[in-house]
Structure formats: structure tokens, C-alpha cells
């Protein structure tokens, strides 16, 4: 297996863009070649041995970008490492909690096959929210506020890391012991 693992994001107020960053550090800090970039920006996945993809969701769905990438490489994808997430909602979520897939890319991420699909927790800082909204999402009590939990995302890339490394331990660079990274 060659190549880097791509990280990319689809992003509207870059939550999603600090999600995905941290995933990559993660897997950076153990000695894995990552690629981070917008979704909107990646082209080839030739050279791409596994995939951290996540999303926005706003209204039910995905970004545009990321649902158009999703679309347009799920074969590549099928055929490597891939995981998925989505970055949203502004609630707390419940260990264990499953992403709701949107009705349109349901039979898409079914093809795919990824290795887990998560959901966190978003976030909405004042200056997202246009000036006229401000009011009616305090009227409304908008939960403004970073809410991401590092401590799931941690977690979670920790899971990917490991099992990146299990199946694939050349995928290490020189350098990196277990325990090291951690």
C-alpha cells in the first residue's frame, strides 16, 4: 500500500475544517502520511491508501462538495480504508450515537463500506450568524457556542490510527513506536 491518507472536510464555518485537523494530528503524530484539504479542493485518489472524509450537515444533508465527492469516487473509496463524519448538530450526543444518513446518500455510503460513520457535535460562534439572524437565535436560544467534544473526536481518530496501523504496519514512517504518538 502507498500513498498518504487523505483527511478532507467539507466545511461552512470551519467546525468541520478543526474536526478534521485534529484527526489528522493524531494520525500525523503516529508517523502516518496524511493529506489534509478541502473536499472541494481533492482531485485523484490514486495515490490515497485510506480516507477520513467528513461533512457540514445543515438542513438534513451534506455539503454540496462532500456529497458530490461521495457520488463521484465511491468506487475508489470501496476499495480502501474509509471512515466518515458528520459535524452538526449543536446538542450534546449520546455516546454510541449514530450519524443519521441523508436519504440521498444512503445507497452511496452503502456501496462505500466505510468503517464507521460518526456524528459530533458542532459548533456556531456569534459572528456565523447574520447580523439580522443574531436576534431571532437569541429570541430563539440558539445554542451559539463551540460544543465540539474533543474528547469523542480523540477517541475516535485514536480507533482509526490503530486500525490503520493493524492492518497496515508499513503505513508507519520511520520513526514511530507504539506508545509515542499517544
Do not use: C
Request: charged share 20%; net charge negative.
Amino acid at each position: 500500500m502507498s500513498g498518504e491518507v487523505l483527511v478532507a472536510f467539507g466545511t461552512r464555518h470551519e467546525s468541520t475544517r478543526g474536526i478534521a485537523a485534529a484527526v489528522a494530528e493524531i494520525l500525523r503524530a503516529a508517523g502516518i502520511p496524511v493529506i489534509l484539504e478541502s473536499i472541494d479542493t481533492v482531485g485523484t485518489l490514486s495515490r490515497v491508501r485510506g480516507a477520513v472524509l467528513g461533512s457540514a450537515v445543515y438542513d438534513g444533508g451534506w455539503l454540496p462538495g462532500a456529497h458530490a465527492f461521495l457520488t463521484e469516487h465511491e468506487r475508489e473509496l470501496a476499495g480502501i480504508p474509509t471512515w466518515l463524519f458528520a459535524s452538526g448538530p449543536l446538542d450534546q450526543v449520546p455516546p454510541g450515537t449514530q450519524a443519521d444518513l441523508p436519504d440521498d446518500l444512503v445507497d452511496v455510503i452503502g456501496r462505500i463500506g466505510p468503517r464507521d460513520v460518526a456524528l459530533f457535535v458542532g459548533s456556531l460562534q456569534p459572528h456565523h450568524v447574520a447580523s439580522g439572524l443574531r436576534l431571532l437565535s437569541k429570541l430563539a436560544r440558539t445554542n451559539v457556542g463551540d460544543h465540539r467534544d474533543w474528547v469523542a473526536i480523540e477517541r475516535w481518530a485514536n480507533g482509526i490510527r490503530d486500525a490503520l496501523i493493524a492492518e497496515h504496519p508499513s503505513i508507519v514512517e520511520a520513526g514511530w513506536r507504539p506508545g509515542a504518538g499517544s
